[in-house]
């Protein structure tokens, strides 16, 4: 084996600067754009091995993130790159994960795969993993807005909201409150992002959550209570985020949707998301 795959319980920022540079090479050779998540590279607790590095000749030429948000799942996205493909070293990335999480009691791994890699669909098949769903990356783009009521309005989510935000996740996403408590506890105090009550007859029927990294905004675990659903609520609620990160200067907003949520997809579109790539989500039980 002609390559070095070293576990990594955080990275330096030189480290992190060379992932990067990986990712915009293999997006440019692929005319893809890799979900790496850079912002939580930066964020790692340092507790366990998340990220695995390939080296070769002392030269990074693949990696593996693993994002794990609850105990049940890893997350995992990576890439190796174009001139070093075929020997191997996905496999061995995905190996030295796959032993992070069986030392974790990790049981499955959920693989996000750029819809346009050629590759990546052949590979989920050779592993055996299966395919679950896929979602859109949609940016703001187009310039025209609703015009705002005062049917809902938004407010930061405080303590006293953790009950219901806890609610609205479990019935707005389907998700077992075990998982979404998890999840909740993984991702307090986290610093660049917030999350707002939507309130109508002043009562919470919803909530969104954003996260702000530099001159871009990311809106997600946005949902109305089914209660409260098909009363415009929540395309009010969407147009006074938007409204918001206008307001404070940001130059991009984005978002994810399930490519099956014909509904939500409507939502964004109608309210000038445009989609911009897709991706596909493959399970693999270890």
């Known amino acids: 084996m002609g390559y070095e795959?070293?576990?990594?319980?955080?990275?330096?920022?030189?480290?992190?600067?060379?992932?990067?540079?990986?990712?915009a090479i293999c997006n440019e050779h692929d005319g893809i754009a890799l979900k790496i998540n850079p912002s939580m590279l930066e964020k790692r607790t340092g507790e366990h091995a998340e990220d695995f590095l390939c080296y070769e000749d002392d030269k990074l030429v693949g990696f593996l993130g693993l994002y794990v948000f609850h105990a049940k799942e890893a997350e995992v996205s990576g890439m190796v790159h174009p001139a070093h493909r075929r020997k191997g070293m996905f496999s061995g990335l995905q190996r030295a994960a796959e032993a992070e999480c069986r030392k974790r009691g990790?049981?499955?791994l959920v693989f996000i795969v750029q819809q346009k890699a050629q590759s990546g669909a052949a590979y989920m098949q050779q592993i055996g993993a299966t395919y679950e769903f896929s979602e859109y990356w949609m940016n703001l783009e187009q310039a025209e807005r609703e015009a705002l009521t005062r049917a809902v309005r938004l407010r930061p989510a405080t303590d006293a909201d953790h009950e219901t935000l806890i609610q609205l996740n479990v019935l707005g996403f389907q998700m077992e409150e075990e998982q979404?408590?998890?999840?909740?506890?993984?991702?307090?105090?986290?610093?660049?992002?917030?999350?707002?009550?939507?309130?109508?007859?002043?009562?919470?029927?919803?909530?969104?959550?954003?996260?702000?990294e530099g001159q871009k905004a990311f809106?997600?675990?946005?949902?109305?209570?089914?209660?409260?659903?098909?009363?415009?609520?929540?395309?009010?609620?969407?147009?006074?985020?938007?409204?918001?990160?206008?307001a404070e200067g940001f130059a991009e907003i984005s978002l994810e949707v399930a490519c099956e949520n014909s509904r939500a997809l409507g939502l964004y579109e109608s309210c000038g998301f445009v989609v911009q790539s897709a991706n596909d989500y493959y399970r693999l039980k270890l």
């Open 219 to 246: 809106i997600y675990g946005f949902c109305v209570h089914p209660d409260e659903q098909g009363k415009g609520y929540g395309r009010q609620a969407l147009a006074q985020t938007i409204a918001l990160l206008e």
């Open 106 to 108: 990790i049981p499955e």
């Open 5 to 23: 795959i070293v576990a990594k319980k955080s990275l330096t920022a030189a480290q992190l600067a060379k992932v990067k540079q990986l990712a």
């Open 180 to 212: 979404v408590r998890e999840m909740a506890e993984r991702m307090a105090n986290d610093p660049h992002t917030s999350t707002y009550m939507v309130v109508a007859e002043e009562k919470a029927v919803g909530k969104i959550s954003v996260s702000r």
